[in-house]
């Protein structure tokens, strides 16, 4: 009996000591958790875009070079970008695909009719064409990779492009350079992948877009 007493308390006590280190690793844990914030939590600036100033530059052309090729503009619509010491970090650019405009700025032509319909960009079903910036990488000379997600007839591809940004007073300055093969986004009309015997009909499967986009400081 004496020695099932002893037992007894011996057990007692191991439990007790192995409740009492829970207790404290759980406490522990809870003040470790209130006491961590992410550093970079809040660290970034919103800088709203200005649709007036910022524009887009197209370029579309023939597979033939000596049939020549078009280019006109796209307004952007809305977005901003976030600005962490002095460097860009993240944002988001709106593009309305019904300012479609030729070189001349002219929105009522057959080009551009032809633009906005479903053999191209479809603008009246997909009126948004949305570029998510995902990472921003320092290059030689000052440049910076943009790397985002481009959604363009409601496809989403991801795109990586070279750029350039300066920040003065308040208002950044971002240019850059984007080429895409268009029929990723479904835009197919006379592609040599997926039309025969087209001849000198066949149009590029790239579109170039010069990027200029300007952003003021929120408040």
């Not at 020695?3 to 844990?29: G, H, N, P």
């Not at 887009?56 to 619509?77: D, F, N, R």
């Not at 944002?91 to 032809?114: A, F, K, P, S, Y």
């Not at 592609?191 to 149009?203: T, V």
């Amino acid at each position: 009996m004496i020695r099932l007493a002893i037992l007894l308390i011996l057990v007692f006590c191991i439990s007790c000591k192995r409740q009492s280190k829970t207790e404290l690793s759980k406490s522990d844990s809870k003040e470790a958790a209130a006491s961590y914030s992410p550093v970079r939590l809040g660290a970034h600036e919103k800088y709203t875009i200005d649709e007036k100033q910022s524009v887009i530059v197209w370029k579309g052309s023939m597979v033939l070079a000596t049939k020549g090729g078009h280019t006109g503009y796209i307004s952007v619509s809305n977005g901003e970008l976030l600005i962490e010491n002095s460097r860009l970090v993240g944002g988001v650019v709106q593009v309305d695909m019904n300012t479609i405009t030729d070189e001349r700025h002219d929105t009522e032509n057959e080009l551009v009719r032809h633009l906005k319909s479903p053999d191209f960009f479809d603008a009246k079903i997909f009126p948004i064409t949305t570029f998510q910036i995902t990472k921003v990488a320092p290059a030689d000379g000052g440049n910076m990779t943009v790397t985002g997600d481009l959604t363009i007839k409601g496809i989403t591809h991801a795109v990586a492009f070279p750029a350039r940004m300066d920040i003065k007073n308040g208002v950044a300055n971002a240019k850059g350079k984007l080429t895409i093969d268009r029929t990723q986004w479904d835009v197919r009309y006379n592609s040599g992948k997926f039309f025969l015997n087209l001849a000198d009909e066949a149009i590029s499967d790239s579109i170039e877009f010069d990027v200029q986009i300007v952003a003021k400081k929120n408040g």
